[in-house]
């Protein structure tokens, strides 16, 4: 992973932005990693990764007795209209 501290990362915006595409880039202020750059490719991997990760959670949880979405939805209804 590449790194840059905030200055130079502010001083050469477009070149961290380059970068970010081909792989993630730390920007370091004070010496502390502060936020990662990543291309919007990486951004939407790791997004439907995580939302993978959950449905399969969600669906274990189902199928071990837990109620499913639409089950919760209409106790809700149901509890709201009395």
């Given at each position: ?10 001083n ?64 809700i ?6």
């Open positions: 992973m590449k790194k840059l501290a905030a200055t130079e990362a502010k050469n915006f477009g070149a961290a932005m380059d970068a970010a595409l081909a792989e993630p880039v730390m920007v370091e202020k004070s010496g502390r990693p502060s936020i990662v750059m990543i291309s919007v490719a990486e951004y939407e991997r790791l997004v439907a990764l995580e939302d993978a990760y959950w449905a399969h959670r969600a669906a274990a949880a189902e199928a071990g007795g837990w109620a499913s979405a639409d089950e919760v939805k209409a106790l209804e149901d509890a709201t209209s009395a």
